[in-house]
């Protein structure tokens, strides 16, 4: 890895580069870092790419995350570096035909678009999103939402930083820090279940993964722009506004996620499913759900 730099602007964390597969990375300084893509003894053992690599006799299995994978590579495809691209080009083609892949290449394919998705988190049409870190990822599934940062270069003034609210260098603009400042940002609309009772609610993709770690199941998860979920959630909320409430209802048992007490808003008993469709509420928006579904962790399939 190599350090990238030094970019317009500041920022706390650096930009990495392979000097394999030319992937940029954040990083904290100084600190010893490898690339997400290419795999070295710790990352070889994680269980990926074995759905375009399958062992032995099986078949080539276009999950709806490779699906993800293969719309992000479309989208995104000038942005990737020339060696990331081609991979991509032939883990596409193989998919299509169904041919098994080299699964050192189809490891690569999913990790960097993993990348992909994270990096997707951010994007804003004032923005270049530049380089991320996916904590946690791709060796060993989703274990946390930190990471290093996400850098960005804002396209007004041209300065390189750590993606915040808002650009730290351009004077902030008349009635910024509110919803307007955050208007045309992606956000999330989701919605979780325990142990009958749904919770729906907005926000960034780090909500979903809380309510997740605390044991929810994750049922749908939309994205749009922000001012398109807020309108969303006001929606649904307006139907369960005169929910009675039930005093018997033990509902103790519930994650911290869901609130607590009066703090406990948005939570519907399993009745009311059929009114939970975000769909309806929130029209033209991207389906993220397979992002937040469980990957499986394993380390027991060896390098073909
Ligand atoms: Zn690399
Ligand atoms: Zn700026």
Redesign the pocket.
Known sequence: MEWVGPLK?NSKAMVMQCLQCGLLRTCMPRWKTRCHACLDERTRTAELGFELAPAGRGSVQITPEIEDYLALFDRYRDQLPEEIRQICVVAKVSAKLGHRMNWYYASMFSAAMMVQQRMDEFRHP?WEIFATDVKGLPWFGVTGTESHGTIGK??????Y?KMGR?????PPDPGSRTDRAMRDRPYLLYLVWFDGFFKFGIGQPARVHTHRRQGARVIRVLRGIHQDVKAAEKRLKERFKNLPPSPLMDTTFLPRSFGIGEKRTEVVPDLYALELNLDEVLRDAEDVTVRYLPRPLGSDVPPA
């Open positions: 602007g004032d804002h396209l007004r003034c041209g300065n930083q808002e650009c730290q260098f351009c």
